[in-house]
């Protein structure tokens, strides 16, 4: 106990030279002194080294209080090695694709000093998270940073789940070049339910050199049709191996930051349990046997792995058939999933509880409709992309009073698929076509399929200022098809 106090004050110290080797001493007295009794995180299940090829770089906490957590960012072109041999420039966070996992806890104050290095102006939106208007990173709020500029955002994280942070200045172009990185929101009450791992999906198109296409490659049809990369990248990598025991349970939260592909997901031979969406906990585990995973979507499996008969599979990306022609793509691998020959751990792993959540409805008894139609509208040069029949630039926003609740008509009035975000408040879906979910959750983006009508209600709690929403295929959005929403006090 003695031992394990004094570790925790020398973790928490600011690491001076002078303490470095005390610390060193420390750690090698805290590692051999084992886990102290009153430890409740127990120890990975799985295979040693079974996430190594696939984890993420994480961002250090230099703040030495419990309840902050303070990363710094820095946006600049780095050259990585996508395929092999070949150096291509990309634009990171701190020097890795994706940038650093920013984990924190729910209730934590996260402060992220941020530094822009790129030869463009740039901004930061954190997707998904309920911050202040003033912390979103959109150009409605914050004047973008300059290119040497910084920029200190700062919020508290009120939800458990999975997240990721985005520029939102030319999106389309600066995500595609790889700055998107994930942000994970933990409840240390929520309940273990297997060993965790970030999996964040993304794709990039390479000219033959290895130099990245020009974000406005092929013009307009380029912007109409979404840029779909010809790398397709998991953690910033082509496939990798990821490996796993019969019988130990792994939690997956997923997360697509492509600008446009769509990701349908399979995992051959195993069983799936969906757990949490882009909000956090979903009220009851889902069986699943394939998840379509939308631009800006997350996702969180329950994996509990099966013997392998036949071998390692290839965890895959289906084609989601998102223009409806029925003419799919061939799957793409996106790593080799291998459970290895290590006999089951001896204690089989708990049911899952149920309820995993509980979510309460929000009530829209007698609220009022915003009708959000998702249009084309043509223009000199081809289609443009709007919202109610106007581009971004043209539309004027529309509004809401705090502790506002609203029903949200999406109406997708095209032949495409357009997943829909909301920055800043998680919504529920109602229905689809009149049909209500499967169940209840809270989301942030939502796929609203081609001539379908989606009604979400949406509750606007005390955080005014002016808001964005928009279709998630970056490309879309460039194109027109994002509007803007007044909160007033
Ligand atoms: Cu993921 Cu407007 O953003
Ligand atoms: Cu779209």
């Excluded at 959109?138 to 200190?152: I, K, L, R, Y």
Aim: net charge negative; hydrophobic share 40%; aromatic share 8%.
């Amino acid at each position: 106990m003695a031992a394990h106090l004094e570790c925790t004050l020398l973790r928490n110290h600011g690491m001076s030279t002078r303490w470095l080797l005390f610390s060193i001493f420390f750690a090698l007295a805290c590692s051999r002194a084992g886990p102290p009794p009153d430890e409740t995180e127990e120890a990975s299940l799985q295979p040693e080294g079974w996430d190594a090829e696939l984890k993420m770089a994480e961002a250090p906490d230099n703040d030495p209080a419990q309840t902050v957590v303070a990363v710094n960012l820095e946006a600049r072109p780095t050259q990585l090695e996508l395929r092999p041999g070949v150096q291509t420039e990309v634009w990171t966070y701190n020097g890795t694709l994706p940038g650093p996992l920013i984990r924190a806890k729910v209730g934590d104050r996260l402060k992220v000093h941020f530094v822009n290095h790129l030869p463009e102006p740039t901004t930061i939106h954190w997707h998904g998270l309920r911050v202040p208007a003033a912390m979103d990173g959109s150009e409605a709020m914050q004047a973008p940073v300059p290119p040497g500029g910084t920029f200190d955002y700062e919020f508290t994280l009120l939800d458990a789940g999975t997240y990721w942070y985005h520029p939102h200045v030319r999106s389309s172009a600066q995500v595609g070049a790889g700055l998107y990185g994930a942000l994970i929101v933990e409840d240390p009450a929520e309940p273990k339910l297997g060993d965790e791992l970030v999996l964040m999906l993304s794709d990039v198109s390479l000219e033959d050199d290895g130099t990245l296409s020009p974000a406005n490659q092929n013009g307009w049809f380029g912007d109409y049709f979404g840029r779909e990369g010809n790398l397709v990248l998991l953690n910033g990598k082509p496939p990798r191996t990821l490996r796993a025991r019969v019988g130990a349970p792994q939690r997956w939260r997923i997360i697509n930051a492509a600008r446009t592909r769509f990701h349908k997901l399979k995992l051959p031979g195993q069983s799936w349990r969906r757990v949490a969406g882009d909000g956090g906990l979903i009220p009851q585990a889902q069986a699943v046997d394939t998840v379509t995973l939308t631009p800006g979507e997350r996702v969180e499996l329950y994996v509990l792995p099966q013997p392998q008969p036949g071998g390692p599979v290839a965890f895959q990306s289906l084609d989601a058939d998102r223009f409806h022609i029925n003419a799919l793509q061939p799957p793409v691998d996106l790593m080799t999933f291998s459970v290895t020959d290590l006999p089951p751990p001896e204690k089989e792993a708990p049911p899952l509880p149920s309820p995993l959540r509980d979510i309460p409805a929000t009530d829209v008894t007698g609220a009022r409709v915003e009708l959000v139609k998702l249009t084309e509208q043509s223009a000199p040069g081809g289609a443009v992309m709007g919202i109610n029949g106007k581009t971004h630039h043209e539309s004027d926003p529309l509004h809401a009073k705090v502790g506002e609740r609203v029903i949200w008509e999406i109406d997708n009035t095209t032949s495409y698929d357009h997943p829909f975000h909301l920055h800043g408040f998680f919504f529920q879906v109602i229905d689809v076509n009149g049909k209500p979910p499967a169940l209840r959750e809270w989301k942030d983006t939502v796929n609203v399929g081609a001539k379908q009508k989606a009604r979400l209600a949406i509750e606007f709690d005390n955080r005014p200022g002016m808001w964005m929403f928009h279709c998630h295929i970056l490309d879309h959005a460039e194109l027109g098809m994002m509007g803007m929403l007044m909160v007033m006090p």
